[in-house]
């Protein structure tokens, strides 16, 4: 009897969810986690696939624990157009917790888009590439979902 409840206990904890051990330096508002993301891809799919990424880290850390950057070039830069109201809208919602949305000034130029285009409060940079190393040089982490 005792083996078969130390084997139902095994079983039990095998597929029990985990809570995530943070590394050092557990993320704080003194401290926060430092994420940046790439959005590259053009579907709806890509877009609200990174988009719900970046909440899912802001859920886990707690927003004042995170720092976020997402950062759109290429095809991407659909995701930041006024015109897709739903995407617009989520990313609205991700601005009120301090998620920073950029825009590559060269994928602007390259597809014609008019910063009037966009939605309001995304910042503009010469390349979105290069906003990604540099980000990555200082110690952020990159996500590519």
């Not at 070039?73 to 991700?94: E, Q």
């Amino acid at each position: 009897m005792k083996q078969i409840l130390i084997f139902m206990y095994l079983i039990i904890a095998t597929i029990l969810p985990a809570d995530t051990v943070y590394a050092e330096p557990i993320p704080s508002f003194i401290e926060p986690r430092q994420v940046i993301f790439s959005m590259t891809g053009s579907s709806e799919e890509e877009i609200n696939h990174i988009l719900s990424s970046a909440n899912n880290v802001l859920k886990a850390y707690g927003p004042e624990n995170v720092e976020m950057r997402i950062v759109a070039y290429y095809h991407g830069i659909r995701g930041l157009l006024k015109k897709n109201k739903d995407t617009a809208l989520r990313v609205r919602v991700l601005m009120q917790y301090n998620v920073e949305f950029i825009a590559c000034g060269n994928t602007m130029k390259t597809k014609k888009i008019d910063k009037s285009e966009l939605i309001e409060g995304t910042q503009i940079v010469t390349a979105g590439i290069v906003e990604m190393i540099e980000r990555v040089q200082e110690g952020w982490v990159y996500i590519k979902p």
